[in-house]
């Protein structure tokens, strides 16, 4: 019996050795030496410091920066919960969105919706609208939309506001990508909120279309994919070259 297990011993502690400490280690060291950026995770430094990665998509809400897609992945961007939201086209919650209790019994945006990133896409980006109720109703003591009266205006049965963009918005705009870290948004998508940026920025905005579209990433192999715009890298640029005025 001993003698049988002798060589089944000796081939799982050979192939323990060879497959799980020589073989990933050879593979590691040989990512690091062809392609040391990529095997890092593809971080991205400025001044020294870390400041992301050009594979994961983060969050940019200042009126100076591009935007990313919408994520569903965690609270936003969490490459720990990568995920989509699951819902389908003529899901209510996708459409409208939901609201929640907070711990504080502040009632607080559960899931924001389609229609609710619709509203703040043409209001930043100053795209024409019609709205079944003017949105100054839905302002708070700030001046600034409550997206938490806007969902429920949206998930009112009797009286449903009613939101229509009068110019075409790209779907990367406000749908979330199936990871919710995608890092890219399209060149349509950029192109649109080129005028917001360059207003906040005080220059003009083909000064910071020359900037999209020296970021703009070609499909692979000219017909592998579509052609994207890096977020992060597009908004480093503009720190750089087109800093905001102080």
Not at 28 to 49: C, D, M, R, W, Y
Not at 113 to 119: D, E, F, K, M, T
Not at 155 to 164: A, G, Q, W
Not at 174 to 193: F, M, R, W, Y
Request: include cysteine.
């Amino acid at each position: 019996m001993i003698k049988e297990l002798g060589p089944g011993f000796r081939l799982t502690l050979i192939f323990t050795v060879v497959l799980g400490l020589l073989y990933p280690a050879v593979m590691t060291g040989l990512a690091e030496l062809i392609f040391p950026k990529q095997s890092n995770g593809s971080l991205v430094t400025v001044n020294g410091k870390v400041v992301g990665s050009s594979l994961i998509g983060q969050s940019f809400a200042k009126p100076e920066y591009f935007h990313p897609r919408p994520s569903a992945a965690g609270n936003g961007y969490d490459a720990t919960a990568s995920s989509g939201t699951n819902l389908g086209p003529t899901s209510a919650k996708l459409l409208r969105g939901t609201t929640k209790m907070d711990d504080k019994k502040n009632e607080v945006v559960d899931f924001d919706g389609i229609n609710l990133r619709i509203v703040h896409y043409c209001v930043d980006n100053d795209l024409p609208y019609e709205s079944s109720v003017p949105l100054d109703q839905f302002k708070d003591s700030h001046g600034e939309l409550d997206d938490v009266k806007l969902i429920k205006a949206f998930n009112d049965d009797k009286t449903r506001l009613l939101f229509t963009a009068k110019a075409s918005i790209p779907p990367d705009a406000v749908t979330a990508s199936a990871s919710g870290l995608d890092p890219h948004i399209s060149p349509a998508n950029a192109e649109i909120q080129a005028a917001r940026v360059a207003k906040a920025r005080g220059v003009s905005a083909d000064q910071v279309k020359q900037l999209i579209a020296q970021f703009t990433e070609r499909a692979a192999l000219g017909f592998l994919g579509e052609p994207r715009v890096n977020v992060l890298m597009l908004n480093i640029a503009l720190d750089q070259k087109v800093p905001v005025s102080k």
